[in-house]
Nanobody, 125 residues
Framework: QVQLVESGGGLVQAGGSLRLSCAASGRTSISYYTLGWFRQAPGKEREFVAAISRGSGSTGYADSVKVRFTISRDNAKNTVHLHMNSLKPEDTAVYYC?????????????????WGQGTQVTVSS
């Protein structure tokens, strides 16, 4: 099992940047997990943002964040980051870190086994 704790959220103006971090703890290193970021805006369904696979470290992004966001992992520090640039008001949401034991950087939230509590990101116009 793994426990996930997100940090780094906050209030930022449109065009600004934030770096979210997700610290993992537990019996197993995050090197054995594919990690993802999802977000949920008020009144909307939770949606996929980005993922990075275990093993090869291949990445996947939602079309809405491609080029602007970058996911990275530091297995030695048991941490995954989401670097967010050129933020837009529509990026406002609670951002969740998630982990799955499979190798594929899945976009489906139902395929992730472990979730953090989330961190709020608010982008003002």
């Amino acid at each position: 099992q793994v426990q996930l704790v997100e940090s780094g959220g906050g209030l930022v103006q449109a065009g600004g940047s934030l770096r979210l971090s997700c610290a993992a703890s537990g019996r197993t290193s995050i090197s054995y997990y594919t990690l993802g970021w999802f977000r949920q805006a008020p009144g909307k369904e939770r949606e996929f943002v980005a993922a990075i696979s275990r093993g090869s470290g291949s990445t996947g992004y939602a079309d809405s964040v491609k080029v602007r966001f970058t996911i990275s992992r530091d297995n030695a520090k048991n941490t995954v980051h989401l670097h967010m640039n050129s933020l837009k008001p529509e990026d406002t949401a609670v951002y969740y870190c998630a982990a799955r034991s499979g190798y594929r950087a899945s976009t489906a939230d139902g395929e992730y086994d472990y979730w953090g509590q989330g961190t709020q990101v608010t982008v003002s116009s």
